[in-house]
T-cell receptor
Framework: GESVGLHLPTLSVQEGDNSIINCAYS??????FIWYKQESGKGPQFIID?????DKRQGQRVTVLLNKTVKHLSLQIAATQPGDSAVYFC????????????FGAGTRLAVHP | GAVVSQHPSWVICKSGTSVKIECRSL??????MFWYRQFPKQSLMLMAT?????????EQGVEKDKFLINHASLTLSTLTVTSAHPEDSSFYIC???????????FGNGTRLTVT
């Protein structure tokens, strides 16, 4: 089902620490997942994606982990920087085709110097 | 990925008037574009799928007569909010997908404020 957040949870981290943002998805048939970063007043920006036949995928300073057993997705950001401060959304590809992405509620990441 | 441009970036209109938002795919011929809406501090909600040369597909609960979508070319889709009301004030964002299992590429959104 679709997820609508009434307010955004916030993760506060110190600059240089690692951040872990979690997401629970709803549809066990979803087979493609994406993490987006959204800065204030802008559209979402693609960070990293993963298909359901993988458990882990790494990018530059970011890692996505997928646990299909518990329908859980996480985004790990290494050596978090002030520029990482934003709202992060996970998105799942709805079953039945690749045309619809359903977004999670989002998490605000606040990086403190 | 695709480069997506939206215009205007923000608009203020009076209640009862109509507003048109343009979404352009600058470097990719998009047969399909996706329109999302985002209220403050909330997630993105898919409103409709815009199909080039045919009718848009609307999500449940989205009024097709209120949110008119036209996708007349492979690079342009428009969303017209008709008879806008204050509750239509939101952030409208369009997106393009370049392949099957691939991410959506978003425009920078249009902030609509209805007074």
């Amino acid at each position: 089902g679709e997820s609508v957040g009434l307010h955004l949870p916030t993760l506060s981290v110190q600059e240089g620490d690692n951040s872990i943002i979690n997401c629970a998805y709803s549809n066990s048939a979803s087979d493609y997942f994406i993490w987006y970063k959204q800065e204030s007043g802008k559209g979402p920006q693609f960070i990293i994606d993963i298909r359901s036949n993988m458990d882990k995928r790494q990018g530059q300073r970011v890692t996505v982990l997928l646990n299909k057993t518990v329908k859980h997705l996480s985004l790990q950001i290494a050596a978090t920087q002030p520029g990482d401060s934003a709202v992060y959304f996970c998105a799942e590809n709805a079953a039945g085709g690749y045309n619809k992405l359903i977004f999670g509620a989002g998490t605000r990441l606040a990086v403190h110097p | 990925g695709a480069v997506v441009s939206q215009h205007p970036s923000w608009v203020i209109c009076k209640s009862g008037t109509s507003v048109k938002i343009e979404c352009r795919s600058l470097d990719f011929q998009a047969t399909t574009m996706f329109w999302y809406r985002q209220f403050p501090k909330q997630s993105l909600m898919l409103m409709a799928t815009s199909n080039e040369g045919s009718k848009a597909t609307y999500e449940q609960g989205v009024e097709k007569d209120k949110f008119l979508i036209n996708h007349a070319s492979l690079t342009l889709s428009t969303l017209t909010v008709t008879s806008a009301h204050p509750e239509d004030s939101s952030f409208y964002i369009c997106s393009v997908r370049t392949g099957g299992a691939s991410p959506l590429h978003f425009g920078n959104g249009t902030r609509l404020t209805v007074t």
